[in-house]
């Protein structure tokens, strides 16, 4: 067996009702001049809150808001703040894209990483992993981090506040571990592989089970086990399964139709959402088989429950020209795409016909325009 260097899970992760404010003083032992990041305007009150509790504890903390995706240009920008400052960590309170911007600033500059989910969209506040974008949100790479955060605050209070799609997406992205993981590692030999498979199967069952009823009841019972399902279990199994349980078709077709124009462009997990109906249509007619088929429709049926787009028409890419959707079956099929970890061949026509094949939604399906 081969050595290999797992970066699994945060140094430390504090989760539940007020777990902002009972992690203060783990905070203050982390950092004295920690830079704020954040991008939304409809969380900035939030993050003027963190920064007042942090003063309360003789922390001086800075606060700078991000313009774009996590790109080059905010990075660039964050490092330099961050280095004229004296900053000696970085909390980064928001969705995927922030927490993303927030670990690799802090991974560039060496100093302690604290990420706060300001929502359950995606598994970002956990991973060593970075998604780098263009300014206009398009897919450039990923980057692995040298380590997980460092403290990890998963807050109910201020997560269960954010808009249900936020939850319905970070659903998507979550569910599409099974999918994807028990595809590229069905022939993998190692444990720790076969265990995080095994976790991502779970975890697909749970949020069949109680999905739909987090989406409609924060208050409810199902919350808790849903939402941290998807901002953190779902970070376990990437971190305990390697580049092996995170992507094969849905999250490479995600970054190909993140080179699309998009009036309202969709969250992440809404175009892996989409990329998942798309592989399982691929490997339907790949193997010609039933239970591929069944999978589908199950899958179909149950983010339709959610409101998630399950075609190019919810997704606002009705009028997109077939050049322009052939760029982004182009970008998914590079040679060095996640795309051909799948268990047969794919190109380019193959993944353009597959996308095709979900122009509209079905007569009876709650279709999202935005």
């Given at each position: 067996m081969n050595v290999n260097n797992h970066r699994i899970s945060p140094s430390?992760?504090?989760?539940?009702?007020?777990?902002?404010?009972?992690?203060?003083d783990i905070v203050t032992k982390?950092?004295?001049r920690p830079l704020i990041i954040g991008r939304s305007n409809s969380t900035k009150k939030i993050r003027i809150s963190l920064k007042k509790d942090l003063i309360l504890k003789d922390i001086e903390?800075?606060?700078?808001?991000?313009?774009?995706?996590?790109?080059?240009?905010?990075?660039?920008?964050?490092?330099?703040?961050?280095?004229?400052?004296?900053?000696?960590?970085?909390?980064?309170?928001?969705?995927?894209?922030?927490?993303d911007a927030g670990k690799l600033i802090a991974d560039s500059l060496d100093i302690n990483c604290i990420t706060v989910p300001l929502s359950a969209s995606t598994c970002a506040g956990w991973t060593a992993l970075s998604n780098i974008y263009t300014p206009d949100g398009k897919f450039i790479k990923d980057v692995t981090l040298k380590s997980c955060p460092n403290l990890l605050i998963f807050d109910h209070t201020i997560v269960r506040a954010a808009p249900p799609r936020t939850l319905a997406s970070g659903i998507?992205?979550?569910?599409?571990?099974?999918?994807?993981?028990?595809?590229?590692?069905?022939?993998?030999?190692?444990?720790?592989?076969?265990?995080?498979?095994?976790?991502?199967?779970v975890l697909r069952d749970q949020l069949f089970l109680n999905g739909y009823d987090a989406f409609v009841n924060p208050q409810g019972s199902s919350w808790e086990i849903v939402a941290e399902g998807c901002a953190l279990t779902a970070g376990i199994i990437g971190g305990l399964g390697g580049a092996r349980c995170r992507t094969a078709a849905a999250?490479?077709?995600?970054?190909?139709?993140?080179?699309?124009?998009?009036?309202?462009?969709p969250l992440h997990g809404e175009l892996v959402g989409f990329g998942l109906l798309v592989q399982l249509h691929l490997e339907e007619k790949n193997s010609n088989s039933q239970l591929t088929k069944q999978a589908r429709?199950?899958?179909?049926?149950?983010?339709t429950q959610l409101n998630l787009?399950?075609?190019?028409?919810?997704?606002?890419?009705?009028?997109?020209?077939?050049?322009?959707?052939?760029?982004?079956?182009?970008?998914?099929c590079d040679d060095n795409s996640d795309i051909h970890q799948l268990p047969f061949v794919i190109n380019e026509k193959n993944l353009f016909d597959a996308i095709q094949s979900f122009q509209s939604s079905p007569a009876n399906a709650n279709i999202r325009v935005k």
């Open positions: 430390m992760v504090v989760r539940g009702e007020g777990a902002w404010n009972k992690s203060l982390l950092c004295k903390p800075f606060f700078l808001e991000l313009h774009h995706d996590c790109c080059e240009v905010d990075i660039k920008n964050a490092y330099r703040f961050s280095k004229n400052n004296n900053c000696d960590g970085i909390i980064a309170a928001g969705g995927g894209k922030v927490l998507a992205d979550a569910v599409a571990k099974w999918y994807e993981s028990s595809l590229t590692s069905c022939t993998s030999q190692d444990g720790f592989v076969q265990q995080a498979v095994q976790m991502a199967r999250h490479p077709i995600h970054n190909g139709l993140t080179q699309l124009e998009y009036k309202n462009k429709s199950q899958l179909l049926d149950f983010l787009p399950i075609s190019l028409e919810s997704i606002c890419l009705k009028n997109t020209t077939s050049n322009e959707l052939h760029k982004a079956c182009k970008f998914a």
